[in-house]
């Protein structure tokens, strides 16, 4: 912008992406700003945003990374190609003509490497109409570089892990305050979530997913004690007022008799499995010291009946079942 | 000028604002519409997102859970 650059931000949304939901959903979350930071960068910038949904076509970036996953379920390096290209398609279809990334050589250990970076802009089909004004003097003069669009001599030759150099450059401009100088801003670089992912494919033998099971595995306490069926157990206010939508879509718990949670229960379960699902709900309950707690059992289509169980003991829950 | 209404309730951030974009892309100059939805953070979100392209909010407002954003598309 600075060189005279007309710049539009785009932003994409996998379904994956911490910020966008967190904040509404748990209560402790509630003092946090309750922004978009893209579109508070966006606004901060003075520029159009334009905010893509690729959570359908994204499923193959994930269910198949060509080149696999990181230390989680994060396909880092497929991801950043799968983006480059979607942002390749979208300055094709509205007349731009080149992308800049903020990336940083060395940053990152599988997406923002000296030996991947020019990888990505190769397999997204980008090729050297990707400018990465941060680190452009690390690598070869890309296209709008060649045609003097941008001054080269004006780019920059960050590397490594440290913000530092972009903590100054951002105090340079003026910018006081500024979103994610780190990574984390993706549930698949967090190993929980990954493991409740993962547990979720291997349960259902398939690694299918829609959006309601990706967000389902951000919130509550989530415990299987068979493989067809697992029970979603609110952790507080936020997250039961957030569950409650859902349970018109699943069987659910709630303790009548005593002060409890509402739990929700994926999967096919039997009537013996609802039984031993209620004397789990019981357990998180108020009553788990009482002898018997009472349970109202509702279906997805709203029939429900009241039944009576004890509380399941902390010692017959063993430690696998928690996910 | 016409108005419109765009149910974005149970949907999370950024999904409603994805959603006005959508639905605006459709609309004309001049034409109204309002965005309900139950994410708290769509206030700023929406508003944000009108500011960013040009378009006008005319109210914004929450009622208990509900988040009403009413905005006019200017081209």
Same mark, same amino acid.
């Given at each position: ?171 340079? *401009? ?34 299918? *997913? ?114 | ?7 974005? =309730?149970?949907?999370? =951030? ?9 639905? @605006? ?6 034409? @109204?519409?309002?965005?309900? =939805? ?7 979100? @929406?508003?944000?997102? =009108? ?15 509900? @988040? ?8």
């Amino acid at each position: 912008m600075e060189q005279g650059v007309h710049v539009e931000g785009i932003n994409f949304y996998t379904g994956f992406c911490v910020e966008g939901h967190t904040h509404a959903i748990r209560k402790k979350d509630k003092a946090k700003p309750k922004r978009n930071n893209a579109l508070w960068v966006a606004e901060t910038l003075g520029i159009k945003l334009h905010i893509i949904d690729v959570i359908e076509e994204y499923k193959d970036v994930l269910i198949n990374p060509k080149h696999g996953y990181g230390a989680n379920m994060n396909p880092c390096h497929d991801c950043k190609t799968f983006m480059v290209h979607k942002a390749l398609e979208w300055i094709e279809k509205n007349d731009f003509d080149f992308i800049i990334t903020g990336e940083v050589v060395g940053q990152r250990p599988m997406s923002q490497r000296k030996d991947t970076m020019p990888v990505i802009a190769r397999e997204s089909g980008a090729g050297d109409r990707l400018l990465r004004p941060l680190c452009a003097k690390h690598f070869e003069p890309s296209l709008p570089e060649r045609e003097n669009w941008v001054k080269r001599e004006e780019l920059l030759d960050f590397h490594g892990r440290s913000r530092k150099p972009q903590m100054a450059l951002a105090k340079q *401009y003026g910018f006081e305050d500024y979103a994610q100088p780190a990574g984390g801003c993706c549930f698949l670089t967090d190993e929980n979530y990954s493991k409740k992912l993962v547990d979720l494919w291997d349960a259902r033998g398939n690694k299918e *997913y829609e959006m309601d099971d990706i967000m389902l595995l951000k919130v509550g306490r989530h415990i299987r004690p068979a493989n067809n069926f697992k029970l979603i157990i609110a952790r507080e206010e936020g997250e039961v007022n957030f569950m409650q939508g859902y349970r018109n879509r699943f069987i659910s718990l709630k303790t009548t008799s005593h002060a409890g949670p509402l739990v929700l229960v994926d999967g096919q379960p039997d009537e013996e499995d609802l039984k031993l699902a209620a004397r789990i709900a019981a357990r998180f309950s108020q009553g788990k010291q009482a002898d018997e707690v009472e349970i109202e059992l509702s279906q997805a289509n709203g029939d429900s009946e009241l039944i009576k169980v004890k509380p399941m003991a902390v010692s017959e829950m063993p430690e696998s079942w928690y996910v | 000028m016409a108005e419109y209404k765009l149910d974005a =309730c149970g949907l999370l =951030c950024p999904m409603p604002v994805i959603k006005t974009q959508d639905r @605006v892309e459709e609309l004309n100059n001049g034409d @109204v519409l309002e965005v309900q =939805c139950t994410d708290p953070g769509a206030l700023n979100d @929406v508003g944000a997102w =009108c500011r960013i392209n040009g378009h006008k909010v005319l109210e914004a407002k929450q009622q208990d859970e509900l @988040v009403i954003i009413k905005l006019e598309v200017l081209r």
